[in-house]
C-alpha cells in the first residue's frame, strides 16, 4: 500500500496553484469569489513556522521557503496556493480559477552568471547569490606554480530530477480520540519529518505521528521536507477532515528536489610520465531557489571537491566552491550525492591528461591509483579510504571488458562503420559515517547512529522495529538475516517493521548508503543482547550453568538436554514463575549503533564501459557494461547485485539521458516524459557485475554501504568511453548528457579541428 | 458537471457507475473500484506503471477515459489474482529480484504476461522491447528481464 493508496472516510484532493514565472513579486492572489473557504494561501496561516534549513554555519545564508509562496516566487513551480475539493479533478479546476497577480523580474539561470556583479539577485538582503562560498584547500600548495604540465578543462554536469517512479504524496488528517496529527508520508525518513513537521506547525511530537507505508523509491528526493508537505498538513489541521495530495509527474519534474547541476572549471597539475600532482579551480554548484529542511544542499559542494582527488594520490588541492541560488526549484540530495560530478570530472580529467601524454587511459591510472598497501590511506582532502584492493578491481574491470578486443576492432574498424571506445571509471563511495563526518559538515541533523527494537513474543516469534525506512533496499530481508544469524532462528520466524513514529524506535532513515551499516549493526548488536538473555534462561530451565550452552536452530542446548526459545519466550513472557531468581521478564530491547569509527567506510569499484557511436546522428549505444565492485561483507548478494544494476541505470540516465533544460527567462523545458528521457528496458544492459570483498574494520561483520555506487560512475566512464571512440580527433566530452546533438556538436567541432590543422601543415 | 452513466465489467464484476466524462479509466478502477494495483507514475501514457487489460488488451488506463469502456471487461492486476500465467510470473519476479520498490511491478507483470501470451519463447531482445515504454527507476531492468525469460522457460505448451 502506498500512499495514494490510502482511503480514510471523508478524504479531499489537494492541488496547488503554482507560479509560472520563474522570478517575481507576488502582488496579489485573488480567491473566486464563491468559493474562497475552499483556497488556501500563506496569509491563511499565521502560526506556520518557516524553518531554518542549511548547515549551521553562520555563513550559510538563510532562504526562508514558507509553505505557500509569500512576497516573492523564485521558480516556475512554486506553490502559491492550494485548493480542496472532493477530487483532484475538481481541486483542478478550482486551482484554475485562483487568479495570481506576479510583477516579473528578470531570472536568474546561469549558476556562474550568477555570480557575477551585477546579476540579478534572489535574496535582496544577501551581498550575491552565494548560499555559502568556502574555498577548500589541502596538501602542497606551491606545486600549483611548480607543476611541470597542467591541463585545464570545464565540465558540467546538468540538473535533472530524481523522478522515483511513485511521486511524492502525502494524506494528513486530524486524530480527534488520540489528539494527534496523523500524516501519512512518502518518505525516506519518517521520524525526522516528524521533527520538521511538529516544528513547523507550532505541535509537539508527540501530537504528530508519521506513517510511511510502501514508499516507491526516494533515491534522495524523499528526504528533504517540502513546503507542499507541510501547508497539506496545515490544511488538514483547519479543515476538519482528511486531506491528501499526489504530486503529479508535471508537478514532481517542475517542483520536487532537483538534482547535480555541477559546473567544474579545473586546472589538474601532473607530471611527464602521468603522476598526478594536484587539482585546482572552481566548483559552481548551481542550487536553486531555496535551501530544502533540513540540510539543503549544501553537502554537494563540498563533497564534490573533496572528492575530485578520488581514488588518486594527489599532493594538493584548491577548490573555490559556490553553492549558488537560482531561480529554478531547490536542490537536494540525490544517489550518489556530488559524487558522480566529482567522479565526472576527476574521471575525465584522467582521460584527458592520459590523451595529452599518449598513455593509456587504464595505465595512467595503474599510475596514480592509491595502493593496497598504503591503506588506510588520507587523500589529500582527508578522507581516510580505509580498505580495499583498488588496482585489483581496475585490472578485473580490464579483464572482464577485454580492452586488446576493443583496440583491434578500432584499429580495424573502417570509414563508415560506427565508432566504437572504451570508458573507465573508479570511484569510492563512502558510507556509514557518523558523528565525526555529520558534525564536520555541520548538519542541523546529525545522523550518527541508528536504532533497533528487538522483542520476541510468547510464541517465540520474533518483531524487529528499526527506525530506517526501506523503500526499495530489500531491509526485510537483510535485517532479517542479520537477526536470524544472531539468534540461530530461521529468517521466515522474523518480521521487520518500519515507518511509523508511533511504533518504531527512533531513527534517521535510509540514505547515504547508511542502512546496511547503521541498521545492520543495530539489529545485530540488539539481537546479541536478546539472545544472551535467552541463553540465561534457557540455562536456568535446563538446570545448567551459564557457560555450558549454546544456541542452534531456535533452542538451547546444554550437554544433556535442549529448550526451544517457544518455552523459554513463554516463561519469559507470561511465565514469569520460570525466570531465574531477580531476572526481569520480557524479551526485548532497544538498542543503538554507531561503527566504531565514525569517519565512514569507503567502498569501492571501477567501472567499464564499451560504446557504440553513430557518427552522422551521435547517438550512443551501450554494447558492454562491466563492473568489478567491492563493498566489504555482503548479507545478501542478490540484493546487492540489484543496487549496483539499478544504481548503473540511474548513473546511465544522468551520463546520456535526463535533463531539465531551463531558458533564459527561467521556464523549465522538460516537464514530462515527453521531454524528459527516461531510460526503459531498450537503454539499459544487463551489467556484468564482479565482486571482490574486503571486510570493512570498523563496522559489524564488516559490511560497507553499496546503495550509491552504481549511480557514481556510469556519466564518467560512458564519457571517456565516448571520447576514446573519437580519439583520433582528440573530442572532447565534457557535459551531460551526453545527447546525440552534444555527441555530434562536439565530434563535428573536433573534426573540423583536425581537418583546419591537416590544411594547414598541408 | 454532467455524468455518464457506464456498465462496466471489473475483473468479472458488473459495475454500475456514474462518472465525470473526464474520469480516466486509471481514476475509475482506484478511486471508484478501490482496486489500488493500478498505478499511476506519470498519467500521460508514458511509464506503464497504470496498465490494465481491456477486452484483453493491454490498455494504459490513464489514457482511455472510463466513459469509454462501457459494457467493455477491463482487468486489473488484482483480476489476475488466480490467474497461472500471472502467478508464475510472480515467482519468476521473486526468485529474479525482479522488483526493489515494487511501484511499477504491476505494470510490468500485466506487459509481461501479455507478452508471454502472444509469444511463450521470446528472446531477451523482445523482452525487452516489450517492456520499452515501461518505466521502472529502481531494478534497471535486468531482475525483470531475467525473471520473464525464466517464466517462459518454465512454461508448458499448454498453460
Ligand atoms: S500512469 Fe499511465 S502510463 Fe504512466
Ligand atoms: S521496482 Fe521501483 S520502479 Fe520498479
Given at each position: 500500500?502506498?500512499?495514494?493508496?490510502?482511503?480514510?472516510?471523508?478524504?479531499?484532493?489537494?492541488?496547488?496553484?503554482?507560479?509560472?514565472?520563474?522570478?517575481?513579486?507576488?502582488?496579489?492572489?485573488?480567491?473566486?469569489?464563491?468559493?474562497?473557504?475552499?483556497?488556501?494561501?500563506i496569509?491563511?496561516?499565521?502560526?506556520?513556522?518557516?524553518?531554518?534549513?542549511?548547515?549551521?554555519?553562520?555563513?550559510?545564508?538563510?532562504?526562508?521557503?514558507?509553505?505557500?509562496?509569500?512576497?516573492?516566487?523564485?521558480?516556475?513551480?512554486?506553490?502559491?496556493?492550494?485548493?480542496?475539493?472532493?477530487?483532484?479533478?475538481?481541486?483542478?479546476?478550482?486551482?484554475?480559477?485562483?487568479?495570481?497577480?506576479?510583477?516579473?523580474?528578470?531570472?536568474?539561470v546561469?549558476?556562474?552568471?550568477?555570480?557575477?556583479?551585477?546579476?540579478?539577485?534572489?535574496?535582496?538582503?544577501?551581498?550575491?547569490?552565494?548560499?555559502?562560498?568556502?574555498?577548500?584547500?589541502?596538501?602542497?600548495?606551491?606545486?600549483?606554480?611548480?607543476?611541470?604540465?597542467?591541463?585545464?578543462?570545464?565540465?558540467?554536469?546538468?540538473?535533472?530530477?530524481?523522478?522515483?517512479?511513485?511521486?511524492?504524496?502525502?494524506?494528513?488528517?486530524?486524530?480527534?480520540?488520540?489528539?494527534?496529527?496523523?500524516?501519512?508520508?512518502?518518505?525516506?525518513?519518517?521520524?525526522?519529518?516528524?521533527?520538521?513537521?511538529?516544528?513547523?506547525?507550532?505541535?509537539?511530537?508527540?501530537?504528530?505521528?508519521?506513517?510511511?507505508?510502501?514508499?516507491?523509491?526516494?533515491?534522495?528526493?524523499?528526504?528533504?521536507?517540502?513546503?507542499?508537505?507541510?501547508?497539506?498538513?496545515?490544511?488538514?489541521?483547519?479543515?476538519?477532515?482528511?486531506?491528501?495530495?499526489?504530486?503529479?509527474?508535471?508537478?514532481?519534474?517542475?517542483?520536487?528536489?532537483?538534482?547535480?547541476?555541477?559546473?567544474?572549471?579545473?586546472?589538474?597539475?601532473?607530471?611527464?610520465?602521468?603522476?598526478?600532482?594536484?587539482?585546482?579551480?572552481?566548483?559552481?554548484?548551481?542550487a536553486?531557489?531555496?535551501?530544502?529542511?533540513?540540510?539543503?544542499?549544501?553537502?554537494?559542494?563540498?563533497?564534490?571537491?573533496?572528492?575530485?582527488?578520488?581514488p588518486?594520490?594527489?599532493?594538493?588541492?584548491?577548490?573555490?566552491?559556490?553553492?549558488?541560488?537560482?531561480?529554478?526549484?531547490?536542490?537536494?540530495?540525490?544517489?550518489?550525492?556530488?559524487?558522480?560530478?566529482?567522479?565526472?570530472?576527476?574521471?575525465?580529467?584522467?582521460?584527458?591528461?592520459?590523451?595529452?601524454?599518449?598513455?593509456?587511459?587504464?595505465?595512467?591510472?595503474?599510475?596514480?591509483?592509491?595502493?593496497?598497501?598504503?591503506?588506510p590511506?588520507?587523500?589529500?582532502?582527508?578522507?581516510?579510504?580505509?580498505?580495499?584492493?583498488y588496482?585489483?578491481?581496475?585490472?578485473?574491470?580490464?579483464?572482464?571488458?577485454?580492452?586488446?578486443?576493443?583496440?583491434r576492432?578500432?584499429?580495424?574498424?573502417?570509414?563508415?562503420?560506427?565508432?566504437?571506445?572504451?570508458?573507465?571509471?573508479?570511484?569510492?563511495?563512502?558510507?556509514?559515517?557518523?558523528?565525526?563526518?555529520?558534525?564536520?559538515?555541520?548538519?542541523?541533523?546529525?545522523?550518527?547512529?541508528?536504532?533497533?527494537?528487538?522483542?520476541?513474543?510468547?510464541?517465540?516469534?520474533?518483531?524487529?522495529?528499526?527506525?530506517?525506512?526501506?523503500?526499495?533496499?530489500?531491509?526485510?530481508?537483510?535485517?532479517?538475516?542479520?537477526?536470524?544469524?544472531?539468534?540461530?532462528?530461521?529468517?521466515?520466524?522474523?518480521?521487520?517493521?518500519y515507518g511509523?513514529?508511533?511504533?518504531?524506535?527512533?531513527?534517521?532513515?535510509?540514505?547515504?548508503?547508511?542502512?546496511?551499516?547503521?541498521?545492520?549493526?543495530?539489529?545485530?548488536?540488539?539481537?546479541?543482547?536478546?539472545?544472551?538473555?535467552?541463553?540465561?534462561?534457557?540455562?536456568?530451565?535446563?538446570q545448567?550453568?551459564?557457560?555450558?550452552?549454546?544456541?542452534?536452530?531456535?533452542?538451547?542446548?546444554?550437554?544433556?538436554?535442549?529448550?526451544?526459545?517457544?518455552?523459554?519466550?513463554?516463561?519469559?513472557?507470561?511465565?514469569?514463575?520460570?525466570?531465574?531468581?531477580?531476572?526481569?521478564?520480557?524479551?526485548?530491547?532497544?538498542?543503538?549503533?554507531?561503527?566504531?569509527?565514525?569517519?565512514?567506510?569507503?567502498?569501492?569499484?571501477?567501472?567499464?564501459?564499451?560504446?557504440?557511436?553513430?557518427?552522422?546522428?551521435?547517438?550512443?549505444?551501450?554494447?558492454?557494461?562491466?563492473?568489478?565492485?567491492?563493498?566489504?561483507t555482503?548479507?545478501?548478494?542478490?540484493?546487492?547485485?540489484?543496487?549496483?544494476?539499478?544504481g548503473?541505470?540511474?548513473?546511465?540516465g544522468?551520463?546520456?539521458?535526463?535533463?531539465?533544460?531551463?531558458?533564459?527567462?527561467?521556464?523549465?523545458?522538460?516537464?514530462?516524459?515527453?521531454?524528459?528521457?527516461?531510460?526503459?528496458a531498450?537503454?539499459?544492459?544487463?551489467?556484468?557485475?564482479?565482486?571482490?570483498?574486503?571486510?570493512?574494520?570498523?563496522?559489524?561483520?564488516g559490511?560497507?554501504?553499496?546503495?550509491?555506487?552504481?549511480a557514481?560512475?556510469?556519466?564518467?566512464?560512458?564519457?571517456?568511453?565516448?571520447?576514446?571512440?573519437?580519439?583520433?580527433?582528440?573530442?572532447?566530452?565534457?557535459?551531460?548528457?551526453?545527447?546525440?546533438?552534444?555527441?555530434?556538436e562536439?565530434?563535428?567541432?573536433?573534426?573540423?579541428?583536425?581537418?583546419?590543422?591537416?590544411?594547414?601543415?598541408? | 458537471?454532467?455524468?455518464?452513466?457506464?456498465?462496466?465489467?471489473?475483473?468479472?464484476?458488473?459495475?454500475?457507475?456514474s462518472v465525470?466524462?473526464?474520469?480516466?479509466?486509471?481514476?475509475?478502477?482506484?478511486?471508484?473500484?478501490?482496486?489500488?494495483?493500478?498505478?499511476?507514475?506519470?498519467?500521460?501514457g508514458?511509464?506503464?506503471?497504470?496498465?490494465?487489460?481491456?477486452?484483453?488488451?493491454?490498455?494504459?488506463?490513464?489514457?482511455?477515459?472510463?466513459?469509454?469502456?462501457?459494457?467493455?471487461?477491463?482487468?486489473?492486476l488484482?483480476?489476475?489474482?488466480?490467474?497461472?500465467?500471472?502467478?508464475?510470473?510472480?515467482?519468476?519476479f521473486?526468485?529474479?529480484?525482479?522488483?526493489?520498490?515494487?511501484?511499477?511491478?504491476?505494470?510490468?507483470?500485466?506487459?509481461?504476461?501479455?507478452?508471454?501470451?502472444?509469444?511463450m519463447?521470446?528472446?531477451?531482445?523482445?523482452?525487452?522491447?516489450?517492456?520499452?515504454?515501461?518505466?521502472?527507476?529502481?531494478?534497471?531492468?535486468?531482475?525483470?528481464?531475467?525473471?520473464?525469460?525464466?517464466?517462459?522457460?518454465?512454461?508448458?505448451?499448454?498453460?
Open positions: 500500500m502506498f500512499v495514494a493508496d490510502v482511503r480514510l472516510p471523508g478524504l479531499q484532493d489537494i492541488a496547488f496553484v503554482r507560479s509560472g514565472v520563474a522570478h517575481g513579486r507576488l502582488l496579489s492572489v485573488n480567491k473566486p469569489a464563491d468559493d474562497r473557504e475552499r483556497v488556501f494561501t496569509d491563511d496561516f499565521d502560526d506556520l513556522n518557516v524553518l531554518e534549513a542549511g548547515p549551521e554555519l553562520e555563513a550559510f545564508r538563510q532562504s526562508p521557503y514558507p509553505a505557500l509562496a509569500s512576497g516573492k516566487v523564485r521558480y516556475v513551480g512554486q506553490a502559491i496556493a492550494a485548493c480542496v475539493a472532493t477530487t483532484r479533478a475538481r481541486a483542478e479546476d478550482l486551482a484554475e480559477r485562483v487568479e495570481v497577480e506576479i510583477d516579473e523580474l528578470p531570472a536568474v546561469d549558476a556562474v552568471a550568477a555570480m557575477q556583479p551585477g546579476s540579478p539577485r534572489l535574496f535582496e538582503n544577501w551581498a550575491d547569490n552565494a548560499f555559502i562560498a568556502r574555498t577548500i584547500s589541502a596538501g602542497d600548495l606551491n606545486l600549483f606554480s611548480a607543476s611541470p604540465m597542467r591541463l585545464k578543462r570545464r565540465f558540467r554536469m546538468n540538473r535533472h530530477a530524481t523522478v522515483s517512479l511513485e511521486i511524492r504524496g502525502v494524506v494528513a488528517h486530524w486524530d480527534a480520540r488520540l489528539e494527534e496529527l496523523v500524516v501519512h508520508l512518502s518518505t525516506q525518513g519518517g521520524h525526522v519529518m516528524r521533527l520538521g513537521l511538529a516544528r513547523a506547525l507550532g505541535l509537539p511530537e508527540n501530537q504528530v505521528r508519521v506513517i510511511a507505508p510502501d514508499v516507491g523509491g526516494g533515491f534522495g528526493g524523499k528526504n528533504r521536507l517540502l513546503p507542499e508537505e507541510i501547508a497539506v498538513c496545515a490544511i488538514a489541521l483547519k479543515v476538519g477532515h482528511p486531506v491528501r495530495w499526489i504530486e503529479d509527474r508535471r508537478e514532481h519534474l517542475l517542483a520536487s528536489v532537483h538534482c547535480r547541476d555541477h559546473h567544474y572549471d579545473l586546472t589538474v597539475c601532473f607530471e611527464p610520465d602521468g603522476t598526478l600532482l594536484g587539482i585546482e579551480g572552481d566548483v559552481h554548484i548551481d536553486g531557489a531555496y535551501a530544502l529542511w533540513p540540510t539543503g544542499s549544501f553537502m554537494e559542494a563540498s563533497m564534490a571537491a573533496g572528492n575530485l582527488p578520488g588518486y594520490r594527489m599532493k594538493a588541492l584548491r577548490v573555490n566552491t559556490f553553492t549558488v541560488a537560482t531561480n529554478k526549484a531547490p536542490m537536494g540530495p540525490y544517489r550518489g550525492v556530488a559524487r558522480p560530478g566529482a567522479c565526472f570530472a576527476i574521471e575525465r580529467m584522467v582521460d584527458e591528461v592520459a590523451q595529452h601524454l599518449g598513455i593509456e587511459p587504464y595505465e595512467m591510472r595503474k599510475r596514480n591509483l592509491v595502493k593496497r598497501t598504503e591503506m590511506y588520507v587523500t589529500v582532502a582527508g578522507l581516510k579510504l580505509d580498505t580495499g584492493d588496482h585489483d578491481s581496475l585490472d578485473t574491470a580490464a579483464k572482464m571488458i577485454d580492452i586488446s578486443a576493443i583496440r576492432r578500432q584499429k580495424e574498424r573502417k570509414p563508415g562503420e560506427p565508432r566504437v571506445g572504451i570508458g573507465f571509471a573508479v570511484y569510492t563511495e563512502q558510507s556509514g559515517h557518523g558523528v565525526v563526518e555529520w558534525s564536520k559538515r555541520k548538519s542541523r541533523v546529525v545522523p550518527g547512529y541508528e536504532s533497533a527494537n528487538v522483542r520476541m513474543l510468547p510464541d517465540g516469534s520474533v518483531n524487529i522495529s528499526v527506525g530506517v525506512q526501506n523503500h526499495g533496499q530489500g531491509h526485510e530481508t537483510t535485517l532479517a538475516q542479520i537477526a536470524a544469524h544472531e539468534l540461530g532462528i530461521d529468517p521466515s520466524q522474523i518480521r521487520i517493521r511509523d513514529t508511533a511504533t518504531t524506535p527512533f531513527g534517521f532513515g535510509t540514505f547515504a548508503s547508511r542502512s546496511i551499516v547503521f541498521a545492520g549493526g543495530a539489529v545485530g548488536v540488539t539481537s546479541r543482547r536478546l539472545a544472551e538473555k535467552i541463553r540465561l534462561i534457557g540455562a536456568h530451565l535446563l545448567a550453568a551459564p557457560e555450558s550452552v549454546r544456541i542452534e536452530n531456535g533452542a538451547v542446548l546444554s550437554d544433556s538436554g535442549s529448550v526451544g526459545f517457544g518455552e523459554i519466550a513463554r516463561a519469559a513472557n507470561i511465565r514469569q514463575e520460570m525466570l531465574p531468581e531477580g531476572m526481569e521478564p520480557l524479551l526485548e530491547f532497544t538498542g543503538t549503533y554507531e561503527p566504531k569509527e565514525s569517519a565512514g567506510v569507503f567502498s569501492y569499484g571501477t567501472h567499464a564501459v564499451v560504446v557504440e557511436v553513430d557518427e552522422a546522428t551521435g547517438g550512443v549505444k551501450i554494447l558492454d557494461y562491466a563492473v568489478s565492485e567491492d563493498c566489504g555482503m548479507i545478501n548478494p542478490m540484493i546487492v547485485d540489484g543496487q549496483v544494476q539499478g548503473i541505470s540511474q548513473g546511465i544522468t551520463g546520456l539521458y535526463e535533463e531539465i533544460p531551463f531558458n533564459a527567462d527561467g521556464q523549465p523545458l522538460a516537464t514530462t516524459f515527453g521531454e524528459y528521457m527516461m531510460p526503459c531498450t537503454e539499459i544492459p544487463t551489467v556484468r557485475i564482479a565482486h571482490s570483498v574486503t571486510p570493512a574494520l570498523v563496522t559489524e561483520y559490511v560497507k554501504g553499496v546503495g550509491e555506487g552504481g557514481i560512475a556510469p556519466p564518467a566512464a560512458l564519457a571517456n568511453a565516448v571520447a576514446d571512440a573519437f580519439r583520433d580527433c582528440k573530442a572532447s566530452f565534457n557535459e551531460t548528457p551526453l545527447t546525440p546533438r552534444r555527441v555530434w562536439a565530434a563535428q567541432a573536433a573534426m573540423t579541428r583536425m581537418e583546419a590543422a591537416a590544411e594547414t601543415r598541408a | 458537471m454532467k455524468m455518464t452513466e457506464i456498465s462496466v465489467r471489473v475483473n468479472g464484476v458488473a459495475m454500475k457507475s465525470e466524462p473526464r474520469t480516466s479509466l486509471a481514476d475509475y478502477v482506484r478511486e471508484t473500484c478501490g482496486l489500488t494495483a493500478t498505478h499511476l507514475g506519470c498519467e500521460h508514458a511509464c506503464g506503471a497504470c496498465t490494465v487489460l481491456v477486452d484483453d488488451v493491454l490498455t494504459r488506463s490513464c489514457l482511455k477515459f472510463a466513459a469509454m469502456c462501457d459494457d467493455r471487461h477491463v482487468t486489473t488484482e483480476g489476475l489474482a488466480n490467474d497461472p500465467l500471472t502467478d508464475l510470473l510472480r515467482q519468476c521473486h526468485e529474479s529480484h525482479a522488483l526493489q520498490c515494487g511501484f511499477c511491478t504491476p505494470g510490468m507483470l500485466m506487459a509481461a504476461r501479455d507478452l508471454l501470451r502472444r509469444n519463447t521470446p528472446d531477451e531482445i523482445t523482452v525487452r522491447n516489450a517492456l520499452a515504454g515501461h518505466i521502472c527507476r529502481c531494478t534497471g531492468y535486468s531482475g525483470i528481464v531475467h525473471a520473464i525469460l525464466l517464466a517462459a522457460s518454465r512454461l508448458k505448451p499448454d498453460d
